[in-house]
């Protein structure tokens, strides 16, 4: 096909270890790649990405459509101009529901050397990026991954994790396959005057009197899965008019490298069973899942 044919932009939405080598291939030919999340399969592996992305003259952009989310959007507006005081704390929250023939009908995904990882790298990886996005720089993590299904898979299917971001804020995380339903993403940020929850679809202000106010709603189309977050086609948009502005404009790779860092942390330091400084993590990245997980 990229023989064959003059392509613009190609959408790679493959299993995770084939993100890597086939947006080398697509980006190496000159086509621009709209990649799927996660960036990669380790951090280790998207900083080949990100080496990539440098040499070559096509744009890379991951999917992160939350960040475009219109209560998202409207949090980090609030959160750059309003009177709060510090951010003292982030917690974010995701329980929803896989089968058991979510990974026997694509068995990829229950493997740590074709997924990575499995409700931290593809269900609540977005949540995950839009912590740090508030966060900020990421500085130590301590969590703990475990399986509390009977299915017959290697990676995790429940994760709990503390996280230090830059500024001594602190960041509780949790997320599960395991629940019963597909319920709504929470992100929670509180401030010294303020806490702001994104939560069934609406972004609350609740003041220290307990006062609540709605600030935004994000749309939500029937049919679709609205869980997953409504920014796909602002997302979409937003590269495509990048390419055509040559701008800059979109979630770079450089943009999704966070969240395998914070990955790559969980896994460690579940395995370790310690702390985990971000230090040492960037200095001797673990290059291969598999390694972890002897």
Same mark, same amino acid.
């Given at each position: 096909m990229l023989d064959q044919e003059k392509i613009d932009v190609v959408h790679i939405c493959l299993p995770h270890h084939l993100h890597y080598p086939v947006t080398k291939i697509c980006a190496e030919k000159g086509v621009h790649v709209l990649q799927?999340?996660?960036?990669?399969?380790?951090?280790?592996?998207?900083?080949?990405?990100?080496?990539?992305?440098?040499? =070559?003259?096509?744009?890379?952009? =991951?999917?992160?459509?939350?960040?475009?989310?219109?209560?998202?959007?409207?949090?980090?507006? =609030?959160?750059?101009?309003?009177?709060?005081?510090e951010i003292k704390a982030i917690k974010g929250l995701v329980a929803w529901h896989r089968p058991d023939e979510y990974y026997t009908e694509k068995p990829w995904r229950g493997r740590w050397s074709t997924a990575g990882g499995g409700t931290i790298i593809n269900q609540a990886i977005h949540t995950l990026d839009l912590m740090q996005v508030v966060g900020g720089e990421l500085v130590a993590c301590k969590a703990s991954l475990s399986n509390i299904t009977d299915y017959n898979v290697e990676v995790e299917d429940t994760a709990v994790a503390n996280f230090t971001f830059e500024g001594n804020r602190t960041g509780f995380y949790m997320s599960t396959n395991a629940y019963a339903t597909n319920s709504s993403v929470e992100l929670e940020v509180v401030t010294e005057k303020a806490t702001y929850t994104i939560k069934n679809y609406q972004l609350y202000k609740i003041d220290f009197d307990g006062n609540v106010t709605v600030l935004a709603q994000d749309e939500q189309k029937a049919g679709t899965k609205s869980y997953y977050g409504p920014g796909h086609a602002t997302f979409i948009q937003r590269f495509y008019q990048a390419i055509e502005e040559d701008t800059d404009d979109f979630v770079s790779v450089e943009d999704a490298l966070p969240s395998m860092l914070m990955i790559d942390a969980m896994k460690q330091s579940s395995t370790e069973t310690r702390t985990i400084l971000m230090e040492e993590l960037k200095k001797v990245p673990v290059c291969n899942v598999k390694q972890l997980h002897k």
């Open positions: 799927e999340k996660p960036l990669s399969l380790d951090f280790c592996e998207g900083l080949k990405t990100a080496e990539l992305a440098k040499k =070559v003259s096509t744009k890379i952009a =991951v999917c992160f459509q939350n960040r475009y989310n219109t209560t998202f959007q409207k949090l980090l507006e =609030v959160l750059r101009t309003d009177d709060h005081g």
